[in-house]
Structures are given as structure tokens and as C-alpha cells.
């Protein structure tokens, strides 16, 4: 900083833009990593325990994307609209999945 120069403060919409991603990137996360365990565990073909195990790996996988994805969208609002819709899908299927025929 130069000699005179007065520290520039952020505003209130820099700040809840930041906000909005942060609640995209934890909660978000949380909510489209427990939905895809819960649709892998359901459609794998495999045993149920060897089904919610590696459903909940690739769901450890999935989590940093869906971070990466709230930090890089271009807005806020579309960071919180992709991981929603992202969480519709996987909780669709989910429930299609268990649904009895």
C-alpha cells in the first residue's frame, strides 16, 4: 500500500456473495454427498453392505467438486442453483429407486 492511501473496504455485496457460495460449498456439499451415497447404495448391484460402502466412497469423491463448482460458478445464485438441482436429481433418483414396482 502506498504511502496516503486509504484501505479499500469491501461492501455488503461482495460479502454475501462470499456467503452465499460458503452455504453452497458446506451445506450443499453435505446435502449432494448424502444424496449420492443414498442413490448409489440404492442402484449398485451389488450386496447392501459392499452397495453403502462404495457408495459413500464415490460420495467422498463427489464432495470436493461440488465445492470446486460453488467457488467457480459465475454468481452466487447460480452456485446455489447447481448444487440444488444437483441434490433434486440425486434425491429423485434415490427415491425412484426405492420405490416398490
Known amino acids: ?13 461482495y460479502r454475501a456473495n462470499v456467503a452465499l ?8 456439499t453435505y446435502l449432494v454427498a448424502a444424496l449420492a451415497a443414498a442413490m448409489l447404495a440404492r442402484i449398485l ?3 447392501r453392505a459392499e452397495a453403502v460402502t462404495t457408495g459413500t466412497m ?3 469423491a463427489i464432495a470436493p467438486g461440488v465445492v ?3 467457488f467457480l460458478a ?8 447447481g448444487v440444488g438441482i444437483a441434490a433434486l ?6 427415491w425412484l429407486a426405492g420405490a416398490p414396482v
Open 89 to 94: 436429481a440425486l434425491g429423485g433418483v434415490a
Open 21 to 28: 457460495r460458503i452455504l453452497a460449498g458446506t451445506a450443499g
Open 58 to 60: 464415490i460420495a467422498f
Open 45 to 47: 448391484p451389488m450386496s
Open 74 to 81: 459465475r454468481g452466487p445464485w447460480r452456485a446455489l442453483a
Open 1 to 13: 500500500m502506498t504511502a496516503g492511501a486509504k484501505p479499500r473496504h469491501k461492501g455488503w455485496r
Open 68 to 70: 470446486v463448482w460453488a
